[in-house]
Each structure stands twice: as structure tokens, then as C-alpha cells.
């Protein structure tokens, strides 16, 4: 078990690893956060937390990054709220924030009225909003519509040859495995080896089924690395089912 003071600094470790992509230090905790403790305190519990497997120290030198099980509790905490952002939002998200996105969404579903059109303009929009491979399977018709290949190019996880090549492989592989991924209702996290999928250890999928104005039945995946922001991506993905759920679309 996780003390408060445990929870409070790992969550923050991960935010700021998500929001930067470097390894974090008690030093930098210490200058941007105030946890009411000393510095030398910081770095004893960053130890436990790295004890206990949350995160990990990649090099002798380098701060913390989370692990797998790390960046569970994590998600794990963001399913439980009710409004995933409804506290600490990222500078991208207060330059186009949440309500604005979905009036885009809202845009896309009352000028298209054609339902590949439609699936192919949503897809595209969702790839770019959430900065992952987004893949919209519409199951009735075997068929499957993907966007977003050129988003995660930016991401700095593909400079690195070997995670690019990993990630080539595994997408070859997913789409044969929607049905492995049992999203039955909901919204499904899936973090590196829980997808089940090989060569998926360095990647995050986001997975929720839906319908469309049609009735037709849908399954919205979302793939990128495990520093995805999560806190962005889900409150999307759940913004998105109320409004198909709700029928709130705008005439």
C-alpha cells in the first residue's frame, strides 16, 4: 500500500514524465512541487516507490521513469473520477480545451451524414487531438479506418529505432486482435503486456465501443507510446461516448 505522500509524488513523477519525456529527479521535484517534506525526504520516498516497482532509475545517474505498474495506478485513479480533466490541465490542453474539441466533434457528425465519411473525418480528427494511431473498427461491415501514423512520428519515443520497429510490427498484428481485447462496455486501458499483443511492451491502448448516429456498433482504439497523455485521451474518448450516448447532436 501506497502512503498519501507516496501517491501524491508519484503521480506527479508521472505527469511531469509524460508532459517532458525525461527521466525525473528529486531535484526537480523539489524546485516546481511543495510536498511539506525535505528535500532528503523527497528522495527516500522516490526510493520506496522505486522499491516497491512504480518506477525505475534507467541509468545510475538519472532521475525516475514510471513502470508499468506505475503508470496502472495511475490510469487506474483517472477511471475512477468522474471528469478525467477536471484538475491540472496541460498547456495544450488549456489552448484548446475539452469543450472545444467536442464542438468540433459536434461539427463533424452534423455535416456528415455518410458513414465512411463520417468514420474516416472522425478518425482523422481523433488521431490529431490525442497525438496516437486512432482506429475506428466498424464490425458489421469488416471494415476498419486508420489515422494518425504521422502524429506519433512526432512523438520521442520514435527516435528510437528499435521502438519504431516494434511498433510497425504490432500494428500488422492488431487489427486481428480487437476481439482479444474484450471491451465490452466502457472505457479499457491496456499497458504494454496487458494487450496481450507481442512486441506491444512499449505501448498504451485506449479502447471503448460505441455506436454511431446510425445505430452501428463501433470500437474506438487508440494507440501510442505508454507516456501517452492519458488524462487528455481519456477525457476525449469519454466526452465523445456521452455525446453519442446522450444523442446531443447539434441539428
Known sequence: M????QKKILNTI?????EKGEPVSSQLLEKKHDFGIRPAMIRIEMQ???DKGYIFQPHTSAGRVPTDKGYRFFVDNLLAQQNFLSENLSGREKEFPLNERMKKIEEIF?????????ANRLTKFLAEETSSLAI??????????????EELLKEA????Q???????????????SFKDLRVNSGIKVYIGKETKVPKAKNLSVISSKCKLPNKEKATLTLVGPK???YNRNLGLVQSLNKFLEDGKRSK
Do not use: C, H
Open 162 to 176: 528499435d521502438f519504431f520497429a516494434d511498433f510497425a510490427r504490432v500494428i500488422e498484428q492488431f487489427e486481428q
Open 110 to 118: 452534423r455535416e456528415e451524414e455518410d458513414v465512411f465519411r463520417l
Open 2 to 5: 501506497l502512503t498519501k505522500r
Open 136 to 149: 475506428l473498427n466498424l464490425p458489421e461491415r469488416d471494415l476498419i479506418f486508420k489515422e494518425g501514423w
Open 14 to 18: 508521472i505527469k511531469e514524465y509524460i
Open 227 to 229: 507516456r501517452m497523455d
Open 48 to 50: 520506496k516507490l522505486t
Open 157 to 160: 519515443e520514435f527516435f528510437e
